[in-house]
């Protein structure tokens, strides 16, 4: 007998731990397996972080967190993407984007609502929407279509129980960008059939040429969006674990009220933390872009030049080379690069339909090692 509810005993465990525990036992291995940037936070924001506990902020802060910060992330959003939200009622500080996404599909759904999820997909959205009693619909991509999904096919999947659509741009694991276009199209859809939109916005600050579309900020998105936003890519603050949502007020008090029972505030100390970063550092994110940037161009041109077909991912910090070329599945390829030549990647699969065939490659890994890295994947492919 088990005494786990029915919900958690389907939730199953992300395909992407198996494969750090493996990595984690060898020795010379090279991790291009994990989705976080390999830079320290910048020195001001470890220093703000200090400065706080020295200044005695050691205690719970407002339910939404610090209004110096929620101010300052609302200021940000402005300035750089022209979309506007109150910092009392409109803006909400959470334990990393994890929180804020938990948030927005908790205050959503109820029981057997759907939720779109073009996929291939960041590993914890259906595990959310699971937990919250919903039904996450998959809408595959291609990589002839650059891993954008097809808004006909999106709209195809729309039936009566349809509440959200879930996208993320640049997207986890593709690299995927989506053009204005594409998501005015989406909007449309999202008008017409009067769903809301979760758009994960996590990594807007990584991209490489062009400029980033905030979703809320097309016409009329504003109202039916809710934005998660977060410190942990763009300024290297994954373990601090602080992040954002902003959505219209009547969504964003449903989110909060589900923040104040569960969490009650984000850590006290990383809010003054990613504040300073708001203020300070932003030449940290541009040199952190600039030499992302260096290591993609020497990853896509790598596995291409190795006979991996691997499109030019535009955001984010990963290279999703298609490996069924060489008659193996992503698993299996994934398996043996590791335990032959000590490269840690992840199987396309564990993101999802469409991932199947691909493996994702973070290039958040110092160049040198990308270098080696390449070299021994150079190996074991010719070795097939
Ligand atoms: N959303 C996406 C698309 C991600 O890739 C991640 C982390 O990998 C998150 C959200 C969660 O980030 P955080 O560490 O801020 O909780």
Redesign the pocket.
Same mark, same amino acid.
Do not use: H, M, P, Q
């Given at each position: 007998k088990s005494y786990l509810s029915d919900r958690v005993a389907q939730l199953k465990p992300s395909g992407i731990r198996k494969f750090f525990d493996i990595a984690a036992s060898m020795k010379e291995v090279i991790s291009l397996g994990i !989705?976080?940037p390999d830079f320290t936070s910048p020195a001001p924001i470890v220093q703000a972080g200090i400065q706080s506990l020295n200044d005695s902020e050691t205690h719970y802060t407002a339910n939404r967190g610090i209004l110096p910060l929620r101010t300052a992330i609302s200021e940000h959003l402005e300035k750089m993407y022209d979309v506007s939200y109150d910092p009392q009622d409109e803006v909400v500080a959470t334990?990393?984007? $994890?929180?804020?996404?938990l948030l927005a599909i908790s205050a959503l759904l109820n029981p057997g609502d759907e939720v779109l999820v073009p996929t291939p997909?960041?590993v $914890?959205y259906q595990g959310i929407i699971l937990l919250a009693g919903g039904v996450s619909v998959e809408v595959p991509s291609r990589m002839e279509n650059n891993f954008v999904p097809d808004p006909k096919e999106l709209e195809a999947a729309i039936t009566p129980r349809t509440k959200a659509i879930l996208i /993320?741009f640049p $997207? /986890?694991p593709t690299g995927a960008i989506a053009e204005r276009e594409t998501l005015l199209e989406i909007a449309k859809i999202a008008e017409k059939h009067d769903l809301i939109v979760i758009s994960?916005e996590?990594?807007d600050r990584l991209v490489y040429g062009g400029q980033h579309v905030c979703f809320p900020a097309l016409p009329g998105m504003r109202e039916r969006t809710i934005l998660?936003g !977060?410190? $942990?890519?763009d300024y290297a603050m994954?373990g601090w674990?602080? !992040?954002y949502a902003c959505a219209p007020r009547e969504i964003m008090d449903g989110m909060a009220r589900i923040h104040q029972y569960v969490i009650m505030t984000a850590p006290t100390m990383a809010q003054f933390a990613a504040l300073e970063g708001l203020k300070s550092c932003e030449s940290y994110v541009l040199d952190m872009v600039k030499e992302y940037d260096r290591r993609r161009k020497l990853v896509v041109e790598g596995f291409n030049y190795i006979g991996l077909p691997t499109f030019e991912p535009r955001g984010?910090f990963y290279a999703f080379p298609q490996v069924s070329v060489t008659g193996m599945n992503d698993e299996e390829f994934a398996n043996r690069l590791l335990t032959e030549k000590e490269v840690a990647v992840v199987p396309g699969s564990a993101f999802g339909p469409g991932g199947e065939g691909f493996v994702r490659c973070s290039y958040a890994t110092a160049y040198d090692q990308l270098e080696e890295a390449l070299d021994r994947i150079h190996q074991f492919v010719k070795s097939i």
């Open positions: !989705g976080e334990v990393g984007g $994890s929180e804020a996404l997909c960041f $914890s /993320n $997207s /986890n994960d996590i990594y998660i !977060g410190f $942990s890519k994954t674990r602080i !992040g984010a």
